[in-house]
């Protein structure tokens, strides 16, 4: 994936993992079949009665997605997920340990952290017994305002105390003109649903969808207190206000040109033009003053807000704010509230029961202190040698991307230069930081599971607001090391694979290469084709959003990767839902780069330049395979119409597919002709990277 990373508190509440009670019922593989295989491609989960050239993920995956069904506590269910839950099995090891001597280790060490939050999470007693007291506070403070002065000081609040305000986005980030330079950023939010479609579009899925939505906001306000026909005026208010801030959004697709977001103004002008919103003046209060400039990513949606706010009556607004309150904090409170929360959220997802509470409070520990836990899971689970081995294929990888770059036939040799440079320019970082954040001055408390939400949310907000004024801390990372992903940063010029990645079926030292290379060879390749995807490429060798292409060269990228756009279209997700190709076209360029800077490298090994079958196949069979493999799995129908609209990436059977028919090695190996239904002629096999 490709990540800008940034200290931006977005979401205007406490997001927390947190979401349900319900253990899940339904018999879950056994933790210890999640380990490498007997044979790294196996014929046993493929579904042979398929022609490779007419579905090649059902030919790879096909009797394995038959046999294994999605769990009931799942949204989708396949490789990713597997080697999710296997590292959450290990972290829960790790907790389960620490918990039960961190009350005796000293205060605000590791251990005492990480095993205090745990057990705070773990105390349903507890959480059951307080039901919604911890934000009574809160929301008797909403009640007493009385202007709109009073609804911009409570924004203001709350921001700084944890509760992160709502209304908009705001936080420091790399300003990426001057990526080695921290800028205040604001950005567009204040809606709940996932995306602004959810409110503009009408349609059936949509409309029960928003149903659940409404449903949800009255049953977290009649559990505080409010009788049921006042809390449906309540939805309709909340849902009203939301769908005019979401008419003020930017699109998901539109938001993907860097260009279109960076709009630096002085702090004073900015303020000319949100009459209501004077940031002079709210900027010091937040914590972010000092500074005469700021970014302002999509400055039609403030001057929005501003009218709604002085259009909109006081008492709609202290009802949105109490909403923000009840939404940010249900997952955390006692079950009626969390039920509620799953309702909604199952709604979305299409998941049948909730997440058992120890995995929720895993993802909560990891999500919160990754780099304390980190540390603990680091120690036990990764070791030099996979560190090494990685160091070698990524160098494997990086000179063999320069080389097809160098051989491209449709790029000058002056942009071919600078694309060079900033290959080389490339920083890696693999496996864990160089430097553990140590969240210093950061209380936790065993008995006090809300006060340690809180007090991480003020901590968050406070580190962010601290970078400002200060050169940006490249060494950062923006995943913990468990996490199952890896990461490019333009404005770092950066390529990062946490530890979690690396095991099977991405990597194993007892794999062959072309099982190797297909997986975590690809994954590498991938990411650094993000630093010259269509959004990658407007950056150069430092990090700075800055155009280093001539005119014709950028026509000619333009020219394939609207063929890529074109080809995702096409493709249908469930009845009339079509991929994104524009939304998804980061992603997609990343896939087919890299799996052909993959494929490249792989032939360069022994193995590659032989034609010795293992179990059946062909090195270069094997290494596509191990490709199909890595994304195999199926998902809820649900969540496949949610990732539609909010993820960047095709759904896992286009991922697979759709790179494979523009690469001319994967019809010699399986011997793809005309007439296969993945069949694309060779002058219409798109070539990019």
């Known amino acids: 994936m490709k990540l800008k990373l940034t200290n931006l508190m977005l979401s205007g509440t406490v997001v927390l993992l947190a979401v349900a009670f319900k253990p899940d019922t339904n018999k879950m593989p056994d933790p210890g079949a999640f380990g490498p295989p007997a044979k790294f491609i196996d014929p046993a989960n493929m579904d042979l009665s398929v022609k490779p050239g007419d579905n090649f993920f059902e ?31 290990k972290l829960l090891g790790l907790l389960n340990e620490v918990s039960k001597i961190s009350a005796q280790q000293p205060k605000g060490s590791l251990k005492q952290r990480v095993g205090d939050l745990y057990a705070s999470g773990m105390d349903s007693l507890a959480i059951e017994e307080r039901g919604y007291n911890p934000i009574k506070p809160d929301l008797e403070r909403i009640a007493k305002i009385a202007d709109l002065n009073g609804i911009i000081n409570e924004v203001v609040y709350e921001r700084t105390h944890g509760d992160g305000g709502g209304f908009f986005g705001a936080g420091v980030g ?9 800028i205040v950023e604001l950005r567009q939010g204040g809606t709940s649903l996932p995306d602004r479609d959810y409110y503009l579009k009408d349609n059936p899925r949509n409309q029960k969808i928003v149903s659940a939505y409404k449903q949800y906001i009255i049953t977290l306000f009649t559990l505080t207190g409010t009788n049921q026909e006042e ?76 009218a709604l706010l002085a259009s909109t009556p006081v008492a709609d607004w202290k009802i949105y704010l109490q909403w923000n309150m009840l939404k940010g904090s249900a997952s955390a409170l006692s079950s009626p509230f969390v039920k509620a929360s799953f309702t909604y959220s199952s709604a979305l997802s299409g998941q049948k029961v909730q997440t058992p509470r120890n995995e929720r409070m895993s ?9 304390l836990l980190g540390q603990l899971y680091v120690e036990k689970y990764f070791t030099p040698a996979a560190k090494q081995y990685m160091v070698n294929l990524v160098n494997n990888l990086k000179v063999t991307l320069g080389e097809r770059i160098q051989h491209l036939d449709w790029m000058s040799d002056a942009t071919k230069a600078k694309a060079l440079k900033k290959l080389a320019a490339f920083t890696v970082k ?36 601290s970078q400002l004024g200060k050169p940006v801390d490249k060494t950062r990372w923006g995943m913990s090391p468990p996490t199952v992903n890896a990461y490019y940063n333009p404005s770092n010029n950066e390529i990062v694979f946490p530890a979690g990645i690396l095991q099977f079926p991405f990597f194993d030292f007892k794999a062959d290469d072309a099982v190797n290379y297909g997986g975590i060879g690809a994954v590498i390749g991938h990411e650094m084709t993000h630093g010259f995807d269509d959004q990658g490429r407007q950056y150069d060798a430092d990090g700075t959003l800055r155009d280093w292409w ?140």
């Open 550 to 689: 001539t005119k014709d060269d950028a026509d000619k990228f333009k020219s394939r990767a609207d063929q890529v756009v074109a080809q995702y279209n096409g493709f249908t997700v469930l009845d009339t839902i079509h991929v994104n190709g524009k939304l998804t076209l980061g992603e997609n360029l990343a896939d087919l780069g890299g799996l052909n800077v993959a494929y490249a490298a792989f032939k360069k090994t022994k193995q590659g330049q032989s034609n010795e079958k293992i179990d059946g196949f062909t090195p270069d069979q094997r290494f596509f395979l191990s490709w199909a493999q890595v994304w195999r799995g199926s998902q809820r129908p649900e969540a496949a119409a949610q990732r539609i609209l909010t993820d960047p990436h095709s759904p896992e059977q286009y991922r697979t597919d759709a790179p494979l028919t523009n690469i001319d090695a994967w019809y010699s190996a399986f011997n793809i002709q005309p007439g296969d239904k993945m069949y694309k002629k060779p002058e219409d096999r798109t070539k990019v990277w």
């Open 59 to 89: 030919y790879a995956n096909g009797t394995w997605i038959k046999e294994n069904a999605i769990p009931a506590k799942e949204t989708r269910w396949g490789s990713f997920n597997i080697l999710h839950q296997e590292n959450t099995d």
């Open 174 to 182: 790399q300003d990426e003109k001057h990526p080695n330079v921290n």
């Open 363 to 371: 993802g909560l520990v990891d999500g919160s202190l990754g780099e």
């Open 430 to 465: 693999i496996g864990y930081p160089d430097k553990w954040q140590p969240y210093a001055g950061l209380e936790i408390e065993r008995n006090d599971y809300y006060g340690n939400l809180k007090r991480l949310s003020i901590w968050r907000y406070n580190y962010s607001v």
């Open 231 to 306: 809390a449906a005026k309540n939805a309709e208010t909340i849902f009203n206000l939301e769908k005019v801030l979401a008419n003020a959004q930017m699109s998901r697709t539109a938001m993907r040109d860097p260009n279109i977001t960076y709009n630096k103004f002085s702090v004073a002008d900015f303020s000319k033009t949100t009459p209501h919103l004077n940031w002079v003046q709210l900027l010091p209060q937040m914590k972010m003053g000092g500074k005469d400039t700021i970014i302002v990513a999509q400055p039609d949606f403030f001057k929005a807000e501003d």
